[in-house]
């Protein structure tokens, strides 16, 4: 047993994901996704998720993700599976909404509803989502943690 104190993770700040282009993949998750930029130059962007973000870095060479992915969260699947479809774009697992961005990056979708994920109230209100709400299968997940 290590005789160093531990720190505990508390959350993510950020996920980076490797693209080819910035301005294409700022187009690309614009088409489902309605954002804010923190910030933009031209290797680097930073789309706002409030408390959080996701950073699109160019890279020369990306690698196609296979079951290696993230979860994005969102507000309403339903219109990014409807906009997903709309672009033409393969949903490639039968249980979840995961895709491929044309980097080889897999994404996920997750409705932020039905997820233990919660953000604080003034995050939601800042964020313009204060009546988003939770299904009561994550209010008891949560509920069990002591965490609702």
């Known amino acids: ?9 508390v959350g993510i700040n950020h996920v980076a994901l490797e693209v080819g282009n910035i301005d294409d993949a ?4 614009g088409k489902f996704l309605e954002f804010e930029l923190r910030g933009k130059h031209d290797t680097m962007a ?3 998720l409030g408390d959080q973000f996701i950073a699109l ?8 993700d296979h079951e290696r992915h993230f979860g ?15 672009m033409g774009i393969e949903i490639v697992s039968e249980r979840f909404m995961d895709f491929y961005d044309p ?3 897999r994404v996920e979708i997750v409705d932020y509803t039905g997820v233990q994920f919660t953000k604080a109230p003034g995050v939601l209100r800042g964020m313009g ?5 939770k ?14």
């Open 1 to 9: 047993m290590s005789q160093f104190a531990k720190a505990r993770a």
């Open 72 to 86: 994005l969260v969102v507000d309403d699947k339903a219109a990014v599976g409807a906009a997903l479809a709309e």
């Open 26 to 29: 700022l187009e690309f998750y």
């Open 103 to 105: 980097w080889g990056n």
């Open 57 to 64: 870095s160019k890279a020369a060479e990306h690698s196609h």
């Open 129 to 133: 989502l204060e009546g988003l709400g």
């Open 135 to 148: 299904t009561s299968k994550a209010t008891e997940e949560l509920s069990a943690k002591g965490m609702a």
């Open 46 to 48: 930073f789309i706002d």
